[in-house]
């Protein structure tokens, strides 16, 4: 460490504390946890921030907003980036149009509906451009009808932006000037989404490090938002993500953003694109992370009571093993996903009748099994029963009855599970062949073994440093990616900024000209001086007059100018006027000589220029008297 760091940690060190106590302040008193974020570019944020209103410390940004409470939304609108815009990054969105949308229509059919997260929506842009690709596949009809699409963010204010649909023409110019027209109508200077096509989009707030995810998804699009967050809270909410997509869905990430490191629960689909597909299955880490219920600050007590619902729901849903739950009527009351694919059940078979459905007797007679548990309030096993599903191959499933009770100890119904040991059956015919090719093969696998050993630490060895280097890049480029959200937000704010500059410098010359117009128009020549009687307006005619340009005298003492006017003559007449401020002012006429040489008479008047209690000025009318005589001052 060179000597400059070494002076420089143990200043950055309290620092960093502060900045602690900062966020926890902002998680205790508003439920903002900031704390999965990157603390780098969460520092560069709010101290841009602070910076803005003037306060240096953390410790004293806190004391600012205890007594400034609404300096909360200004603060979360800073650090939280709402930069996007439709068709950002149009190479992806063609990879999603042409390869990814084209399969996830044909896998969920004609009927079955198509359910789409755009997580992180911050305005909408990116919601409606999905939107916009879905009805160009489906057709206004069936998008209406079959198609979901759940818009969340953590920021209120980009949120009921977003539910507007309302854009200025700005916005859309990456957008096809035919979609613009088939998919937007006008209002005013505006244009908004079509509310036909609105109904499928929902929109609402949703924090990803806390709440759990939305499920059963064909495509969760997420971009440019796990970047602000540490690699810890990235593995909970991509582990949350594999869980919230169907076996075969589609995740859609920004271009800073990979899952090299989380290759077991997706599979590249399109890596330049950053298109991802979930992988069928994942491992136990991965499922536990999923169903890490949220931090429970700031639940509300509904939150707290429907939480093991939804636990019971999704454990159930995604069990290993097929079973389903008959009530006590006979009816077929639930079946996990193991249990449909299995048993070939339709979601229109839940609620029927149990003697109506294949399964009351393939794989075996179910009925009497059940009756027979249901009498004696104890469970059944059936080992060894043989099953050949249509159009598949042989199964051995072992097939317990359970009764299902309430805390009373009254009858509910009976719960049937469906354990496969086919491959169990299988494995034990062929241990035994196995064992003797094993007991032939062990020997040179042995020596292969040593070989191998020595071969996979050098390998692992390079695979470490390899893992190392690609951490360390995929930080950097997270790290430059929103970097360059950041100026591109503040280069939003510099072009706002300019326009209204660019406005107020149109009315000035507007006013200007208008002015010259006004001084143009009088017979007489004008000059308005300033307190100090420096010439501040110079008229056309006043140039035309005594032969000097406005650009010659600007600023320069009136009572020095060198004109065909005794201007000396003036000193007192311009005094009283500053001091009286009569509104009528005072007259002089006095003789000179124009710029031409010629004689002349020419009548003064004084008058104040009010601006204020007191005269900041005088104004001077000059008018050439035909055929006049000097006299002296008169007052109106």
Same mark, same amino acid.
């Given at each position: 460490?060179?000597?400059?760091?070494?002076?420089?940690?143990?200043?950055?060190?309290?620092r960093?504390?502060?900045?602690v106590?900062?966020l926890?302040?902002?998680?205790?008193?508003?439920?903002?946890?900031?704390?999965?974020?990157?603390?780098?570019?969460?520092?560069?944020?709010?101290?841009? *921030?602070?910076?803005?209103?003037?306060?240096?410390?953390?410790?004293?940004?806190?004391?600012?907003l205890?007594?400034?409470?609404?300096?909360?939304n200004?603060?979360f609108?800073?650090v939280l980036?709402?930069? +996007?815009?439709?068709f950002?990054d149009?190479q992806?969105?063609?990879?999603l *149009?042409?390869r990814?949308l084209p399969r996830?229509?044909?896998?969920?059919g004609?009927d079955?509906?198509?359910?789409?997260w755009?997580a992180?929506?911050?305005?909408?842009e990116?919601?409606?451009?999905l939107?916009?690709l879905?009805a160009?596949?489906?057709?206004?009809?069936?998008?209406?009808?079959?198609?979901?699409?759940?818009?969340?963010?953590?920021?209120?204010?980009?949120?009921?932006?977003?539910?507007?649909?309302?854009?200025?023409?700005?916005q859309?110019?990456?957008?096809?000037?035919?979609?613009v027209?088939?998919y937007f109508?006008?209002?005013?200077?505006?244009?908004v989404f079509?509310t036909?096509?609105?109904?499928?989009?929902?929109?609402?707030?949703?924090?990803?490090?806390?709440d759990a995810?939305i499920s059963?998804?064909?495509?969760?699009?997420?971009?440019?938002?796990l970047?602000?967050l540490?690699?810890? +809270?990235?593995?909970?909410?991509?582990?949350?993500?594999?869980?919230?997509?169907n076996?075969?869905?589609?995740?859609?990430?920004?271009?800073?953003?990979t899952?090299?490191?989380?290759?077991?629960?997706?599979?590249?689909e399109?890596?330049?694109?950053?298109?991802?597909?979930?992988?069928?299955?994942?491992?136990?880490?991965?499922?536990?992370?999923?169903?890490?219920p949220?931090?429970?600050?700031?639940d509300?007590?509904?939150?707290?009571?429907?939480?093991?619902?939804?636990?019971?729901?999704?454990?159930?849903e995604?069990?290993?093993?097929?079973?389903?739950?008959v009530d006590?009527?006979g009816? !077929?009351a639930?079946?996990?996903?193991?249990?449909?694919?299995m048993?070939?059940?339709?979601?229109?078979d839940?609620?029927?009748?149990?003697?109506?459905?294949?399964?009351?007797y393939?794989?075996?007679?179910l009925?009497?099994?059940?009756?027979?548990?249901c009498?004696?309030?104890?469970?059944?096993v059936?080992r060894?029963?043989e099953?050949r599903?249509?159009?598949?191959?042989?199964?051995?499933?072992?097939?317990?009855?359970l009764?299902l009770?309430?805390?009373?100890g009254?009858?509910?119904?009976?719960s049937i599970a469906f354990?496969d040991?086919?491959?169990?059956?299988?494995? *034990?015919?062929?241990?035994?062949?196995?064992?003797?090719?094993?007991?032939?093969?062990?020997?040179?696998l042995q020596?292969?073994?040593?070989?191998?050993?020595? +071969?996979?630490e050098?390998l692992?060895?390079t $695979?470490?440093?390899?893992?190392? $280097?690609n951490?360390? !890049?995929?930080s950097?480029?997270?790290e430059?990616?929103?970097?360059?959200?950041e100026?591109?937000?503040?280069?939003e704010?510099? *072009?706002?900024?300019n326009?209204?500059i660019?406005?107020r410098?149109?009315?000035?010359?507007?006013v200007?000209?208008? !002015?010259?117009?006004?001084?143009?128009?009088?017979?007489?020549?004008?000059?308005?001086?300033?307190?100090?009687?420096?010439?501040?307006?110079?008229?056309?005619?006043?140039?035309?007059?005594?032969?000097?340009?406005?650009?010659?005298?600007?600023?320069?003492?009136?009572?020095?100018l060198?004109?065909?006017?005794?201007?000396e003559s003036?000193r007192?007449?311009?005094?009283?006027?500053?001091v009286?401020?009569?509104p009528?002012g $005072?007259?002089v006429?006095?003789?000179?000589?124009?710029?031409?040489?010629?004689p002349?008479?020419?009548?003064?008047?004084c008058?104040?220029l $009010?601006?204020?209690?007191?005269?900041?000025?005088v104004?001077?009318?000059?008018?050439?008297?035909?055929?006049?005589t000097?006299a002296?001052?008169?007052?109106?």
């Amino acid at each position: 460490m060179s000597t400059e760091e070494r002076q420089r940690a143990p200043v950055e060190e309290p620092r960093k504390n502060d900045f602690v106590k900062l966020l926890e302040y902002l998680k205790d008193t508003r439920g903002f946890d900031f704390s999965g974020y990157k603390l780098s570019s969460l520092m560069r944020r709010v101290q841009k *921030r602070m910076q803005q209103v003037g306060v240096t410390s953390h410790s004293d940004y806190i004391d600012f907003l205890e007594v400034h409470p609404d300096e909360f939304n200004p603060l979360f609108n800073t650090v939280l980036i709402n930069v +996007t815009a439709f068709f950002r990054d149009p190479q992806a969105w063609q990879a999603l *149009r042409e390869r990814i949308l084209p399969r996830i229509l044909e896998e969920k059919g004609e009927d079955l509906p198509i359910r789409c997260w755009s997580a992180g929506c911050a305005s909408g842009e990116e919601a409606y451009t999905l939107a916009i690709l879905l009805a160009e596949a489906l057709g206004d009809q069936e998008f209406r009808r079959r198609v979901k699409i759940y818009a969340t963010d953590v920021d209120d204010e980009a949120l009921a932006q977003a539910r507007q649909g309302s854009y200025p023409a700005a916005q859309l110019a990456d957008v096809p000037g035919e979609l613009v027209e088939r998919y937007f109508e006008t209002a005013g200077d505006r244009r908004v989404f079509r509310t036909d096509l609105r109904r499928s989009l929902i929109f609402g707030r949703h924090d990803l490090v806390q709440d759990a995810a939305i499920s059963r998804l064909d495509l969760l699009v997420c971009r440019n938002t796990l970047m602000y967050l540490n690699s810890e +809270t990235q593995s909970k909410i991509l582990a949350r993500f594999h869980f919230a997509l169907n076996r075969n869905g589609y995740l859609f990430l920004g271009k800073a953003e990979t899952l090299l490191s989380h290759s077991t629960s997706f599979r590249p689909e399109d890596l330049k694109s950053r298109i991802f597909q979930r992988t069928p299955t994942s491992n136990l880490r991965d499922r536990m992370l999923a169903l890490t219920p949220p931090s429970t600050s700031g639940d509300g007590p509904a939150a707290a009571a429907g939480r093991p619902v939804r636990v019971r729901e999704a454990a159930f849903e995604a069990g290993p093993v097929a079973q389903i739950a008959v009530d006590r009527k006979g009816h !077929l009351a639930l079946a996990n996903e193991k249990a449909r694919r299995m048993l070939n059940l339709a979601p229109t078979d839940l609620g029927r009748l149990l003697q109506d459905l294949e399964i009351s007797y393939r794989p075996v007679e179910l009925r009497s099994h059940i009756d027979a548990v249901c009498a004696s309030r104890s469970g059944s096993v059936l080992r060894g029963v043989e099953w050949r599903p249509a159009g598949g191959e042989p199964r051995t499933l072992e097939i317990e009855v359970l009764p299902l009770l309430d805390g009373g100890g009254a009858l509910l119904g009976a719960s049937i599970a469906f354990q496969d040991l086919t491959v169990q059956t299988q494995l *034990r015919h062929e241990l035994e062949r196995a064992n003797q090719e094993l007991e032939t093969a062990y020997e040179e696998l042995q020596s292969a073994n040593e070989e191998l050993e020595t +071969t996979n630490e050098e390998l692992q060895s390079t $695979i470490e440093e390899l893992e190392t $280097i690609n951490e360390e !890049l995929q930080s950097a480029n997270e790290e430059l990616e929103t970097m360059n959200e950041e100026l591109q937000s503040t280069n939003e704010e510099l *072009r706002s900024m300019n326009d209204q500059i660019q406005v107020r410098s149109e009315e000035l010359r507007r006013v200007n000209s208008h !002015l010259h117009s006004i001084l143009g128009s009088l017979r007489s020549a004008v000059v308005v001086l300033n307190a100090e009687l420096k010439v501040e307006v110079w008229s056309e005619k006043a140039q035309e007059l005594w032969g000097l340009r406005g650009g010659e005298v600007q600023g320069q003492p009136f009572l020095g100018l060198d004109i065909g006017l005794p201007v000396e003559s003036l000193r007192d007449p311009i005094r009283d006027t500053l001091v009286s401020g009569r509104p009528h002012g $005072i007259q002089v006429t006095l003789d000179g000589v124009n710029r031409r040489g010629r004689p002349l008479t020419c009548e003064i008047t004084c008058t104040p220029l $009010i601006d204020g209690p007191a005269p900041a000025g005088v104004i001077l009318l000059m008018e050439e008297v035909p055929g006049g005589t000097a006299a002296e001052p008169s007052q109106g």
